[in-house]
């Protein structure tokens, strides 16, 4: 198709109990857009998928399962059931368990390993124990303690402090950081702890403490370890259930926020939005079967939409063509969404870009390269690329297109003589007379023959500034503005301007013919309409006053237009001769690369150098040469074809999808 799809507001009155089966149908087709929405308190079952789907992923990044975004399994998508649900909670009861075992062994390795060091550089200056809680950040506190106690202070110390127990009759040696002291104090005299002062002999607890300490910190370590064992076999277990769990989660968390914004009463729903046509006759008779008839359905045209015709609601713009030209789809909506209505400008766009890319970039080993690199994409090969996989045909596309003018240039991987004896005998073929190559780019072959291409670019760039008019021609016309379908640079007159000007410079500069009596008239009368356009289309249009700023401000503007129409047609030309430029740029640097290489032929291992000189020249040509032409080309089609017909963006068709996250 070459307009934007047709759509239809569809409005759906629905009881609750068909809303979840509906909302799961609509976003598993991506048919429908939402619209009308209402901001309301969300319900008891959103916050119950929330909290369960942060804990499911907590749960997935604590076992190692990583969680891309992409839906593992899209064909089964459906709502939570509640043995779903029961699922949940017995892998997250699992999980959570050795996860917070993880956590407190963490905490207590950590305080060990830290206690051990700050001991270990007191015992080499041979302090006293006692005297160590002067000169560090740890305290020490040296007692009985009942033994009954002992498991519960333990457990209640657990990451703040550790206790060593000195002999069975409950004698303790307690080590704390400074910060937990009063915590400590409280702990110990729930414990009724007894402090007793250090013996004489304290010095020689030093040695038997950080004993203690080695054998508590390999005892936790040896713990975390068992731990590690118990995850791997968590992740065994649940790996294949829990990514797909996580997906029914969200699944169930995305229908009921939706839900949360729809107009409802006790017992039904109401749902509106946009349905592309061609879907329509589908959608109807599946919700109609999906709710066994337990719905009603009301369609719109989108000119019987009020809020359409008050201008406070766009229609959103789907753009229906082959998987082709949908791979170029993304160069489209970057700049913009085309207008509901109007002509869909991508099936243009693909194949001049492909075009004036090949053009630009013509070498049959660099295409080829390209050309695989689009394979390898659309195969999810290079896994860091797995989001250019829409753009995957383009690659491929452009790829062939450049092997295709490497082979009219003569060029492969930047040489002149590859592909020498291979252009002989298909030039012989076509031309009867054997040559280098078909088309002879560097002025040394011959100025004419370079001119003949800057020309070819130019006559190109007039194909699409003419298109871009057309364009533009056509959606201000349907969308009544005379102004700038008609009078304006880039409406029918300035396109007339643009066509006249165009014949009259073939006429003198090809065939040789001279300005006519009625040409420079012709081209006046033109820009005198551009002039006067504005007061010409309000008085057509049957407005008043004609000059609704005045007649100074009108007469400056019309001044303007009509110097920027004719520069901006000569720029608009001109701008294409950087096709013929970066195309001569290509030639010169793979020339160069070959005469570095040739310069090195003296050298000793000069074969090594030569090999490497190529290489690393066809890298950079490939990716910076690649870029840049990637970039001119773009640049080519946004200010000198978008700009024409691209004065305004329409809203993009957004359908509740459910198949991506």
Request: proline letters at 5%; glycine letters at 6%; a neutral charge.
């Amino acid at each position: 198709m070459i307009f934007t799809e047709k759509m239809r507001k569809v409005e759906l009155l629905l009881l609750k109990r068909d809303i979840d089966r509906v909302l799961e149908y609509l976003g598993v087709e991506r048919c429908f857009q939402v619209s009308d929405t209402v901001e309301k308190d969300k319900g008891e079952q959103f916050f119950r998928y929330q909290d369960l789907l942060q804990r499911l992923k907590s749960s997935m990044d604590f076992l190692g399962i990583p969680y891309t975004g992409e839906r593992v399994h899209p064909k089964d998508i459906h709502s939570p059931t509640e043995g779903d649900l029961e699922l949940s909670e017995r892998i997250l009861e699992k999980t959570s368990y050795v996860l917070e075992r993880e956590k407190n062994l963490l905490e207590q390795k950590l305080s060990l390993e830290s206690t051990l060091q700050e001991v270990r550089i007191f015992q080499r200056m041979n302090f006293p124990l006692k005297e160590l809680e002067n000169v560090t950040y740890l305290v020490y506190r040296y007692g009985d303690l009942p033994p009954t106690y002992i498991p519960e202070l333990e457990k209640n110390l657990l990451g703040r402090a550790v206790l060593f127990v000195l002999d069975p009759s409950g004698k303790v040696l307690i080590v704390a950081s400074k910060k937990g002291r009063f915590a400590l104090e409280t702990e110990l005299k729930k414990a009724e702890f007894r402090e007793l002062p250090l013996p004489e002999s304290a010095r020689e607890l030093t040695p038997r403490l950080i004993e203690n300490l080695k054998i508590h910190l390999q005892q936790v370590k040896d713990q975390l370890n068992s731990i590690e064992e118990e995850k791997q076999e968590l992740r065994r277990t649940y790996r294949e259930t829990i990514l797909p769990l996580y997906e029914i989660l969200e699944v169930g968390f995305r229908i009921e926020e939706l839900k949360s914004h729809l107009e409802q009463t006790e017992h039904a729903f109401r749902l509106s939005g946009w349905i592309p046509e061609s879907f329509l006759k589908k959608t109807v008779s599946d919700l109609d079967t999906i709710t066994e008839g337990r719905i009603a359905i009301r369609v719109y045209e989108p000119e019987e939409v009020p809020s359409v015709r008050e201008g406070k609601e766009k229609i959103p713009v789907r753009l229906n063509h082959s998987r082709f030209f949908q791979s170029f789809d993304g160069i489209v909506f970057a700049y913009g969404a085309p207008l509901y209505g109007s002509i869909d400008p991508t099936p243009i766009v693909a194949i001049f870009f492909t075009l004036l890319f090949a053009i630009m970039f013509g070498d049959l080993g660099q295409g080829f390269l390209i050309f695989l690199f689009g394979i390898l994409v659309s195969r999810e090969a290079i896994p860091q690329l797995k989001k250019w996989k829409k753009y995957a045909l383009v690659f491929k596309t452009v790829g062939v297109a450049s092997m295709i003018t490497g082979v009219l240039y003569g060029s492969c991987f930047a040489s002149e003589k590859l592909l020498r004896p291979i252009e002989r005998v298909l030039t012989n073929l076509v031309f009867g007379t054997p040559k280098d190559r078909f088309i002879f780019l560097m002025p040394t072959e011959g100025i004419d023959r370079m001119l003949a291409f800057f020309g070819f670019t130019l006559a190109i760039g007039a194909v699409i500034n003419s298109l871009g008019l057309i364009i533009n021609i056509y959606n201000k016309i349907r969308q009544k503005d005379l102004h700038r379908g008609i009078f304006s640079k880039t409406g029918l007159v300035g396109a007339l301007f643009f066509w006249y000007s165009l014949a009259l410079g073939i006429r003198i500069l090809l065939l040789k013919g001279r300005v006519g009596v009625f040409d420079v008239p012709i081209l006046v009368a033109l820009l005198v309409l551009i002039f006067w356009g504005e007061p010409l289309a309000r008085w057509i249009e049957g407005k008043r006053p004609l000059f609704p700023e005045g007649f100074f401000p009108f007469f400056m503007e019309g001044i303007v237009e009509v110097l920027e129409s004719v520069s901006y047609y000569i720029s608009n030309s001109v701008s294409f001769l950087r096709v013929g430029a970066f195309a001569l740029s290509h030639t010169v640097l793979s020339l160069i690369v070959f005469q570095i290489a040739e310069l090195m032929q003296s050298l000793p291992g000069s074969l090594l150098f030569q090999a490497l000189t190529v290489l690393i020249g066809n890298a950079l040509i490939l990716v910076l040469e690649g870029l840049i032409v990637t970039i001119q080309v773009i640049r080519l089609h946004y200010y000198e074809f978008f700009s024409k017909f691209f004065t305004e963006s329409g809203t993009p068709f957004k359908p509740f999808d459910l198949t991506h996250a």
